[in-house]
């Protein structure tokens, strides 16, 4: 089974993106956008895991979360993998208001993949380029104009407070993916406050 853990916008910002968002979905090209209900930003994808260990994922991410105080985030600007000249996914960026909150956020994602490898949920690797996936294609693609279209969006400012694992099921045939949520995990349950 596919699972993952991630960062959910709440409905205002997923809102506000969704306005920018809506009018270039519209415009021909050969991008396949991604849902708006899809969207999320991931922290950790574990491709292959054995269903009796989804408790246990769900458990190591809630012991993680708690660790972890909330973290202001917003989506702003936009980027693509692999890069511009070749691009394969278009994406929004991830920032925060807060001098510490990339730092706070990759803490939080390394955390959940360190404590789902423990228990042998094999989490993908490599460095963590915290993002929302807005569009895919399937042959790659000078992505230059896309990116200052979608580089101008800037939303607002939203309080990270909770980690979602979802299971994905894939799409029949062709289809997109559902991502079912199955545990809800808060941060800083266990932060001891001054």
């Not at 991604?34 to 292959?48: E, K």
């Not at 692999?82 to 730092?103: E, F, I, N, T, Y």
């Not at 800037?154 to 289809?175: L, M």
């Amino acid at each position: 089974m596919r699972i993952f853990a991630a960062v959910v916008p709440p409905p205002d910002a997923h809102a506000d993106l969704e306005g920018f968002v809506e009018p270039r979905r519209d415009v021909h090209s050969d991008l396949r956008w991604t849902p708006s209900h899809l969207w999320h930003v991931t922290l950790a994808f574990m491709g292959d895991v054995s269903e009796h260990l989804l408790d246990d994922v769900c458990d190591e991410v809630a012991g993680v979360a708690a660790e972890h105080e909330p973290i202001p985030l917003r989506l702003s600007g936009a980027g693509t993998f692999p890069d511009p000249s070749q691009a394969r996914v278009v994406w929004m960026d991830v920032r925060s208001d807060s001098a510490d909150g990339l730092a706070r956020l990759e803490s939080l994602a390394l955390g959940v993949r360190r404590a789902c490898n423990r228990i042998g949920a094999s989490p993908a690797g490599g460095a963590y380029r915290p993002h929302l996936t807005l569009a895919r294609v399937r042959r790659p693609f000078e992505a230059t104009h896309w990116l200052r279209v979608m580089d101008a969006y800037a939303g607002p400012s939203w309080t990270a407070d909770e980690v979602t694992v979802f299971v994905s099921h894939r799409g029949e045939g062709r289809g997109r993916p559902h991502y079912e949520p199955v545990a809800v995990c808060p941060l800083g349950a266990d932060v001891v406050r001054a």
